[in-house]
């Protein structure tokens, strides 16, 4: 059974290595499941799944391998019907109240599953059955210091379980990132070298050249480290840009927060790299850089993010004079300097804002992704591109 639970795991795409299972066999063999399924639920959850995001599918996962084990709820379609319309409940006294019976969470859910299997029709009131406005453990509307709720919106926040359809969902990681977000992926942006001169003490070392002279102390200093990471940030801007307005707000100020790059230049295009790029959004003819060079000035070792939907017309990307500025226009076409970019650099990628089913849908797009490697804009998105940046090659 439990080997169902690892491979079931596997097969829903949750990461479970062998390292997490030992742990969790460990856990098992020194009892800390003790004799309850809820704790070796727990247990298991917190040995086997890395991230929140897939809470959920652990669960089906869990419900699926262990269903009938220590009584899996099945509330049926018509015991729900006669919960959705609850009759209107007294208040209790807290005399009545303290008269009531308090159970346990195992005596709980055993008188539960005992008196779904004898009803056999609705009930209102009264302190036995599944019902509405009563004093039974079990129903809704009602009352009592250790229940369960079945159906509908708890009330008095008095249930001790809840028994009904599941509506959770995934944790998502597709949406657009917020500026902490962007701060937690970026923070993977470093390469921390040794450089300068050595005025860090070794300790290691220290103790080591120490052991060595026979207790005579002997300092080894050494370089220290200091992230390497130059960044170009080359950002499309204006026409179908519009729309993510917000999310590349939050990614320019994160950058200019990310305090651990050595070196940080953002600049602007419109649709296309041309001869020119831009320090201001407003494409002024005072703002701009010769592309070329941009080039001869950031040598390979320069990491590169464009940050673009790479959607246009086919003559913008493939045609000289193709910009869709009139005043601005190139005779090399725009794929060519992006060929010239890609060649460069030794570290490029393409941060894609729009949704990655659109994509294919533009011959553009599908031309720039045979350059650079495309990435969406979301928190999985931004993180694997950075590992593409700094990871190493395969």
Wanted: proline residues 5%; contains cysteine; hydrophobic residues 35%.
């Amino acid at each position: 059974m439990f080997l169902d639970l690892f491979y079931g795991m596997r097969d829903e795409g949750i990461p479970v290595a062998l390292q997490e299972w030992n742990t969790f066999l460990e856990a098992l063999k020194r009892g800390l499941h003790g004799s309850s399924l809820f704790r070796f639920y727990h247990l298991a959850r917190a040995c086997l799944v890395k991230s929140e995001t897939y809470f959920d599918a652990f669960d089906r996962v869990f419900a699926r391998v262990f269903k009938g084990v220590e009584g899996e709820l099945d509330i049926t379609d018509e015991v729900l019907e006669w919960l959705r319309d609850p009759e209107n409940f007294q208040e209790l006294t807290p005399e009545q109240l303290a008269e009531l019976e308090r159970l346990s969470s195992d005596e709980l859910m055993q008188r539960f599953l005992e008196t779904l299997a004898e009803q056999d029709e609705r009930h209102d009131g009264g302190g036995r059955w599944v019902g509405t406005g009563g004093r039974s453990p079990f129903g809704h509307g009602g009352q009592h210091p250790t229940g369960i709720r079945v159906g509908g919106k708890g009330q008095r926040r008095s249930a001790m379980k809840v028994a009904e359809e599941r509506k959770f969902k995934d944790y998502r990681t597709d949406l657009n990132l917020d500026v902490r977000n962007f701060r937690l992926a970026l923070k993977r942006l470093r390469q921390l070298t040794r450089t300068g001169l050595a005025t860090e003490l070794d300790l290691d070392e220290t103790i080591d050249h120490t052991c060595r002279n026979a207790g005579e102390i002997d300092l080894v200093f050494r370089p220290p480290r200091k992230n390497e990471v130059r960044l170009l940030l080359l950002m499309d801007v204006g026409g179908t840009m519009d729309p993510y307005y917000e999310p590349m707000s939050q990614l320019l100020t994160a950058l200019h927060e990310e305090r651990g790059l050595r070196e940080f230049e953002p600049y602007y295009f419109h649709n296309c790299i041309y001869d020119h790029v831009y320090s201001r959004a407003r494409l002024l003819r005072t703002d701009a850089l010769p592309t070329g060079d941009l080039l001869r000035r950031l040598d390979e070792r320069w990491k590169v993010v464009i940050v673009g939907d790479a959607a246009m017309h086919p003559a913008e990307l493939m045609e000289p004079h193709g910009g869709i500025n009139p005043h601005a226009t190139s005779p090399t076409p725009g794929v060519v300097w992006l060929q010239r970019i890609a060649g460069h650099f030794n570290r490029t990628v393409w941060v894609n804002p729009d949704d990655r089913t659109l994509w294919d849908q533009s011959h553009t797009t599908r031309v720039v992704q045979r350059l650079f490697t495309m990435f969406p804009l979301s928190v999985d998105g931004l993180g694997e591109a950075v590992h593409a940046l700094v990871g190493a090659r395969v």
